[in-house]
């Protein structure tokens, strides 16, 4: 195992999915790549993101890849921003960067909530070409 | 699938199962078996196709 993908956001299951992919990771002699997927911008009259929207977007970014990575220590890592719909964009990034494992955690929605907003990783599964690890 | 849920309450570390692609292999898991094992299971659970 060479490369391990992990989806990263600013819940605590995606933390404890970036540590058991360092674990496997460290075992491995495998790198990490932490991939986060950007919120799609509200537009402003002209079309484009609002500065307000990219200053906090920018401010959360960097906390939760601060966050990945302190919990990646002692793991070679590196960052990658991705944009679109989570599950295809980490479903693409996976297939074009050639990784061995893509490693998620799961929000753990209700039932009513699941089939309203569904869930990124249930998606996950049914378009990933890699296989798929579920952290809870 | 009792059986793996089991798995719950055992010392397993993880969970595999192979699922269903859109190529159907007939010895994986069929789709919503693996989809309701990964909503159930409290352990990790590695989904291969």
Known sequence: ?136 | MKKVLAADRKQFDLVVIGRHGREAVSSFLPAHIADRLVRLCRKPILVTR
């Open chain 1, 1 to 136: 195992m060479k490369r391990i993908l992990v989806a990263v956001d600013d819940s605590e299951t995606s933390l404890r999915a970036v540590r058991l992919a360092a674990e496997i990771a460290a075992a491995s002699k495998a790198e990490l790549l932490l991939a986060h997927v950007l919120v799609a911008p509200p537009a402003d009259l002209y079309g484009l993101p609002t500065p307000e929207f990219q200053r906090i977007q920018q401010k959360v970014v960097n906390e939760i890849v601060t966050k990945a990575a302190a919990a990646a220590e002692g793991v070679r890592a590196e960052t990658r921003l991705l944009k679109g719909k989570p599950a295809e964009a980490i479903a693409d990034a996976a297939v074009s960067s050639n990784v061995d494992l893509v490693v998620v955690g799961s929000r753990g929605r209700g039932a009513v909530t699941r089939v309203l907003l569904g869930s990124t990783s249930d998606r996950l599964i049914n378009i990933c070409e890699k296989p798929v690890l579920i952290v809870h």
